[in-house]
């Protein structure tokens, strides 16, 4: 029902930034979370961070002082800004959407994030 497109992804150095980008559309409703989720080879999908309609945020404590979620509700865009990059990071990085009240939601398919020197 929501489609996500992510893009931002690349190849940086350690201690490097980016950021990513995720541009929502179809019918949303106004209670819905979005957030960030990565997945590197050999690993589980886990959760970086999410933002909420209301606009609190959630992190995860690998990434917190370094990443930053943010959301704009004009252009239905969620985005996830990258700072002092590690090599741990490397992963396949996934955009969600989540209805809070009905417990559906959508993924996009993913930007490849590779920290490297």
Do not use: H
Request: hydrophobic share 35%; glycine share 12%.
């Amino acid at each position: 029902q929501v489609q996500l497109v992510e893009s931002g992804g690349g190849l940086v150095q350690p201690g490097g930034s980016l950021r990513l980008s995720c541009v929502a559309s179809g019918r949303m409703f106004s209670i819905n979370t979005m957030g960030w989720y990565r997945q590197a080879p050999g690993k589980e999908r886990e959760l970086v961070a999410r933002i909420f309609s209301g606009g609190s945020t959630k992190y995860a404590d690998s990434v917190k002082g370094r990443f930053t979620i943010s959301r704009d509700t004009a252009t239905n865009t969620v985005y996830l800004q990258m700072n002092s990059l590690k090599l741990e990071d490397t992963a396949v990085y996934y955009c969600k959407y989540e209805e809070i009240l009905a417990g559906t939601g959508s993924w996009g398919k993913g930007t490849l994030v590779t920290v490297s020197s």
